[in-house]
């Protein structure tokens, strides 16, 4: 049966429409408890979702929903190792790599923990033997800089992890990481850097991505061309890749790679391996850190009621916009420099998640699914897009993110920036009227004038937002604020009947950028190629 014949889902329509005459203005007015009730803290988190157009009614119509779309269990399933991938039959354990308990999970009969910790153990090794000055270069010099190559997940968590926790660096490496395939990036890294103190790391299951295999190529090429033997490069070239013998032909030594399961999906792949760089920048022990945070949340998850059960919580909210008031996107807003990145690490873990169209026996489904997710740091969007929200005619929810405290910063700067914050907050939520307009202008204008400046001036309010505090950004905060968002999605993509651990859209883009990229070099033209993409093609090689 679709979850639209649930009767939760019928309920939650007829209240939609209910609800489409309250405004937040007068339910909190009405209600001086409400932010009580709409607020849950756990694993260092504390979330307001007092400020969404919901009522007591709506909240529990939304876990009447979970209920029926069996949330409890295909958590249960996600986290025993069932192949709750099921177009790619396989596991989603990206949890198991921050499991610190002892009990065995198993996949396909085989317990994966050793595994996981024997790995633990290498990210620890080799951050140790870098951060120690034990493994140097070829010339006996200490390694200074480390240059990460990745793609996707491979670049994005630890880039984006390693930038939030910048309070937290070591100072024993400098890290830098490339991405793009543009070979801007790559020259501009290696243009800084010294081959004799830099170590190259590339990040690719399969040692055969398109663009992190090039910029590796590029390394290698320019740390060659210094003067450096081909013998030199297993110490200054690794790998986070399956493909130990594809590695070891490039020149890298076995123990210089580091493996990776296909039960863990890219976009959730900063507790592998993949995490290796974020150690480097941080310690092993932080990082470590970093994964009890997220273990955290793990066990809130797995434990607390629905009602109380924070990435329940966001996902439902997230369903109501999204199916209930025809929200199309959602903003997420950090007040903290260091997290400037988060949203677009939301953006490709949601996107990539849960846009999709097809249910679970290949069916289209016939409801909205996965929204648009943007944002930007703190102040810089309020002088910008935030205008929209406020007095844009799109419901755009938003999510607040600041921490109370922050290390060795002027108290004045971050009571502004929290001014800043709860005050957005605020104004989309109350809004302001055309009476309140109308009343703040100068005398001298005419009644004309009047109502029609008041009018430029009215803000409609009753514009939704959850607000996530916590004391300060430590490395383990970090981890629980990651994984709430990896549960919302999960809890989003159950109620929706996607899956949301597979990609094909990426994969057809992987596809086809081959196919083109052959016709560039070659001039063959795939048989399948349209006539515009030929003549792009003919275009681009005219002008080289």
């Not at 001086?32 to 919901?54: E, M, W, Y």
């Not at 997420?332 to 249910?359: C, I, T, W």
């Amino acid at each position: 049966m679709s979850i639209t014949q649930t009767q939760p889902w019928q309920n939650l329509q007829a209240l939609a429409t209910k609800q489409a005459d309250v405004h937040m203005r007068d339910a909190f007015a009405t209600d001086p408890d409400r932010v009580k009730r709409f607020s849950q803290s756990a694993c260092g988190l504390h979330i307001d979702f007092s400020k969404n157009t919901i009522s007591d009614d709506i909240f529990a119509e939304l876990i009447a929903l979970a209920e029926s779309a069996d949330v409890a269990q295909k958590r249960t399933d996600m986290f025993t190792g069932s192949p709750i991938n099921h177009t790619e039959q396989r596991a989603v354990l990206h949890t198991a790599l921050r499991n610190f308990g002892t009990d065995p999970i198993y996949v396909n009969g085989k317990d994966i923990m050793p595994d996981v910790q024997a790995t633990r153990a290498k990210i620890k090794a080799f951050t140790e033997a870098l951060h120690s000055g034990e493994h140097k270069g070829y010339t006996g010099k200490t390694i200074t800089d480390v240059v990460s190559i990745g793609i996707g997940g491979s670049f994005l968590g630890p880039k984006i992890m390693s930038e939030a926790l910048l309070p937290y660096h070591q100072h024993k490496l400098n890290v830098h990481f490339v991405a793009n395939v543009d070979g801007c990036h790559i020259q501009d890294v290696l243009a800084q850097r010294d081959p004799e103190t830099t170590l190259v790391l590339m990040s690719s299951k399969s040692f055969g991505t398109q663009e992190t295999k090039q910029n590796t190529l590029t390394a290698k090429a320019w740390f060659l061309a210094s003067g450096a033997p081909q013998s030199a490069i297993a110490d200054h070239f690794a790998a986070i890749s399956s493909n130990v013998p594809a590695a070891v032909e490039f020149g890298m030594s076995p123990d210089r790679v580091i493996g990776m399961e296909d039960w863990v999906g890219g976009r959730y792949s900063l507790w592998s391996a993949i995490g290796l760089p974020i150690a480097l920048a941080i310690g092993y022990a932080n990082f470590e850190q970093l994964l009890k945070g997220a273990e955290a949340m793990d066990q809130h998850f797995q434990t607390a009621p629905l009602a109380e059960n924070l990435p329940a919580i966001l996902g439902l909210l997230g369903v109501w916009y999204r199916n209930f008031q025809d929200a199309q996107s959602h903003v997420l807003l950090p007040y903290y420099h260091y997290l400037r990145g988060f949203p677009a690490y939301v953006q490709q873990l949601d996107m990539e998640s849960n846009g999709k169209r097809n249910q679970h026996d290949g069916t289209a489904v016939d409801y909205a699914t996965g929204p648009i997710i943007f944002g930007s740091e703190g102040t810089n969007g309020q002088h910008s897009f935030h205008q929209l929200i406020h007095q844009g005619d799109t419901i755009i929810p938003a999510d607040f993110i600041l921490p109370l405290n922050v290390p060795n910063q002027d108290n004045t700067h971050h009571a502004m920036l929290a001014s800043n914050c709860f005050g957005q907050t605020q104004a989309l939520m109350q809004g302001k009227t055309f009476a309140e307009c109308r009343a703040e202008l100068p005398e001298g204008l005419s009644d004309v004038e009047k109502d029609t400046l008041a009018a430029h001036k009215v803000m409609p309010g009753n514009k939704p937002s959850n607000t996530i505090t916590f004391q300060t950004l430590d490395p383990f905060t970090l981890g629980a604020l990651v994984a709430l968002y990896e549960h919302k999605v999960f809890v989003q993509g159950v109620i929706w009947g996607v899956n949301s651990f597979d990609q094909w859209g990426v994969e057809l883009g992987k596809v086809l950028g081959n196919q083109v990229l052959d016709a560039i070099e070659t001039g063959t033209m795939h048989p399948a190629m349209d006539s515009s993409t030929q003549a792009l093609i003919e275009q681009f090689r005219t002008a080289q």
